[in-house]
C-alpha cells in the first residue's frame, strides 16, 4: 500500500513514510496491547553488527521507557519500517534515516529501541538508544544536528514513485545530559500531515533519540522535553 492510499485507509493504518520515525511509526503498524499502565514491557533489543568488544544489549533494553512512563493509553506497537529513499536534499534525509530508521554503522555500536502509540492513528512515539565508544555519541549528535539546522524544506519519494515534502524547525539545545539538540519536523503527503518533536540527547556514551509525533500536529514540545528527561534518568553509565 502507497502512503498516498494508506493515508485514506478506513482500516485507520496510517503510512505516512514522508518523515523517517513516522516511516517506522505508522507503516504497517499494529497495536499489540502489550504492556498497560504500570504494568512492565516486554522489549526485543536490536544490535549492531557483533565485535569483541560488544557487551550486548540487556542493559540498553532495561532502561528503555515503558508504558509506566508514559501518559495514559500508551501500548507497545509491532512496526514495519519503510524509509523515503529519494531527496533534492539528500544529506537532510540520510540524517534522519540514521537517526530514526537505520541502526549505526560503528561496528561497535549497541543499539535498543521501542515504540509506542495511543491508537492506529496515533499519536506515536518512538525512542532509540544507541552506545557507542569514546566520543562517539556526541560525534553523532553534532553533526546531525548542524546538518539538520539547514534543512528548512526538502523533497522526499519511494521507489513506488509516492512523493513529499518535509521542513525541520530547529529549536537548538534541550538542556538535557552532556550535550543535545532538538527540532520540529513536519511531513506532508498530499492533503495528509504529521509532525514530531525530534530530541536528540548524548550522556556519556550514549546517544538518545527520542520522536513524539502526531497528526496533524505534534504532542506539546514541553511534554515530550520532559519525556526525554525520564529517558535520561534511566540510562545506564559507562566508564
Known amino acids: 500500500m502507497s502512503p498516498s492510499s494508506a493515508a485514506t485507509s ?20 499494529t497495536l499489540t496491547g502489550c504492556g498497560s499502565e504500570g504494568d512492565p514491557d516486554t522489549v526485543t533489543p536490536t544490535q549492531a553488527p557483533t565485535s569483541p568488544t560488544s557487551t550486548g544489549t540487556e542493559d540498553l533494553s532495561a532502561a528503555l521507557l515503558t508504558t509506566a512512563q508514559l501518559p495514559a493509553g500508551y501500548v507497545k506497537t509491532v512496526l514495519r519500517d519503510d524509509p523515503p529513499t529519494r531527496s533534492d ?10 537517526l530514526e530508521s537505520a541502526h549505526s554503522s560503528h561496528p561497535d555500536a549497541v543499539e535498543a529501541r521501542v515504540n509506542f502509540a495511543t491508537s492506529q492513528s496515533g499519536p506515536f512515539l518512538q ?17 546531525a544536528a548542524r546538518t539538520l539546522s539547514g534543512c528548512p524544506e526538502f523533497s522526499i519519494g519511494w521507489s513506488d514513485g509516492s512523493t513529499g515534502t ?19 519536523v513536519t511531513a506532508t503527503t498530499g492533503t495528509f500531515t504529521v ?9 556519556g556514551r550514549t546517544l538518545l533519540v527520542l520522536s513524539d509525533a502526531g497528526s496533524p500536529t505534534a504532542p506539546e ?14 540510562l545506564p553509565r559507562y566508564p
Open 89 to 98: 536534499r539528500p544529506e537532510c534525509l540520510t540524517a534522519l534515516n540514521s
Open 166 to 184: 518535509e521542513q525541520v524547525v530547529p529549536r537548538g539545545s534541550a538542556g538535557i545530559g552532556d550535550a543535545s539538540w532538538h527540532a520540529t
Open 10 to 29: 478506513a482500516t485507520g493504518r496510517r503510512i505516512l513514510a514522508t518523515l523517517p520515525v513516522v516511516a517506522a511509526l505508522l507503516a504497517g503498524t
Open 127 to 143: 525512542q532509540v538508544l544507541r552506545r557507542l565508544p569514546g566520543t562517539g555519541a556526541r560525534q553523532e549528535l553534532t553533526p
Open 195 to 203: 509532525q514530531e518533536t525530534l530530541v536528540l540527547v548524548a550522556v
Open 221 to 234: 514540545r514541553s511534554r515530550t522535553l520532559a519525556l526525554a528527561r525520564t529517558a535520561v534518568s534511566r
